[in-house]
């Protein structure tokens, strides 16, 4: 079950780097976003969107995280009197990974359900995806403060969970002579992805948030790029 805990959570974890970047596209201008939405819905294939493939990438992701949320589920607490001593242990030893650990249950709880909510609207409405229908989804369906909370939440969550990962499996850790060398660089490295993670988000999530306030008295409206796409 660790292993599985694992596998879905370097999954969820690299699966949210390239969501991220994806996500980011907007920031190169509409009609890159409107590209990679489109590529995604097989659209320079099949000459028209299938969002079918959309959602079916989204039922395997959110597999994946109900999965992993689960088997996470073992590592939760059992009851307060369990996080009562954790908490105070944590408050004694002001270590670094104890402290870590605490903030990954808090942050997986936040996204059971912060998460959810996104998952079921990327599920259910495909064929919202784009620089106009994002940007209204963000804006003036008021769901950048989920956003600015879910995108805290799993970047912490992410970062931290993969750092875990890197440790508990002994990745990067070679011939294991410099085993506190390779914990303090790997916990560096963390931080920084982290933190580039969270700025592109968050310029992300203002591009969104501009766009769909210049939008609004337009809601609804599908986005067109200016040039004429491949298949005319
Ligand atoms: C295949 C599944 C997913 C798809 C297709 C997807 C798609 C998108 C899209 C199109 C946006 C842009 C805003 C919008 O249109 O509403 C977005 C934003 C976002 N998504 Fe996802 N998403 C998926 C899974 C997830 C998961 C599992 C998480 C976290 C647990 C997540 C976290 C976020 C965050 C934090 C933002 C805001 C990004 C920002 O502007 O900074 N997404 N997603």
Known sequence: MDFLQSATGL???????????????????????????????????????????????????????VVHAALALRKFPANYRQYRTYRDHMKEMKHEDTTLWYWQVVTGFALFFLASVHLYIMLTRPDRIGPFESADR??????????????????????????????KWGWFEGDGRDAAGTRRKLRIF????????????????????????????????????????PRG
């Open 138 to 167: 963000v804006w003036s369906d008021l769901m950048w403060p989920l956003y600015l909370v879910l995108l805290f939440a799993v970047e912490f969550h992410g970062g931290v969970g993969l750092y875990r990962l890197a440790l």
């Open 190 to 229: 963390k931080w920084a992805l982290t933190g580039f993670f969270l700025v592109l988000g968050l310029l992300t999530l203002a591009a969104y948030m501009k766009i769909g306030s210049d939008h609004a008295p337009f809601y609804g409206q599908h986005y067109v790029p200016a040039a004429p796409s």
């Open 11 to 65: 999954a969820l974890g690299l699966f949210m780097w390239v969501h991220m970047f994806f996500v980011a596209t907007i920031l190169l201008g509409k009609d890159a976003m409107w590209t990679v939405a489109r590529m995604f819905e097989g659209y320079f294939i099949f000459g028209r969107p299938v969002y079918g493939l959309v959602s079916a990438l989204v039922a395997t992701i959110a597999t994946l995280f």
